[in-house]
């Protein structure tokens, strides 16, 4: 993997674990949580294949992606992409906490399987943000499968709640894996700090869903912070010019 910008030398030598870490790490001294969204989408921008994104992920991705949860406090997650991609608790601990961060999954229903692999195959219980207005059986089931579920006022779950909720915990190193409608959600209420984007050396044609969904067009200017290459995927991390 090569480091292309910030630029090092005419001829940049491979990037090391540690210069990598360097490369993503968050902020220092948050005192709010900082959301760092992560996507792989191919050149035409399309956000799964087969709809899933294992279709477009890499070696060079998987690296990233492995690190950034190492460095994050709290993963989340829409309830669709939890489902589709079949979520587990995440293996490596976190750099910050010394355990591995906790998924958090956003669902508006509660509708979410208590023997999927989110709940039987974890090492720490998955937090799950729901609604009042979500079936109380629902929310009960998933805490009896060993969740903590938060319902949080009206039946939509709010962007900002969420991030509250979470800075009440001291998670502030929040990274969400997607899907695009929670990209979306989270875009609309401007909560977004910053995309690591793996462009996949791909075309995928058809009608792919793109890595954001539903947000009203609105533009929103991004910086260009670093960009890595290897075997012809590009690694991108864009911060937000707030």
Known sequence: MLRLLPP???DPPSVSDEELAE???YPERLDRPYLRMNFVASVDGAANADGVSKGLSSAPDRRVFGLLRRLAEVILVGAGTARVENYRGARQPSVVTGEPPRIAVVTATAQLDPAAPLFTDTKVPPLIFTTGAAPEANRRRLAEAG?????????RVAPARVLDTLAERGLHRVLCEGGPHLFGNLLQAD???ELCLTVAPTL???GSDRIVMGADPQLRALRLFSVLSEDHVL????LRDR
């Open 8 to 10: 090092s030398t005419p």
């Open 23 to 25: 490369l993503y790490a």
């Open 147 to 155: 969740a903590e579920v938060v319902a949080l006022d009206g039946d």
């Open 191 to 193: 909560a977004v700090d």
């Open 204 to 206: 995928a044609g058809g």
């Open 235 to 238: 690694l991108l991390r864009y």
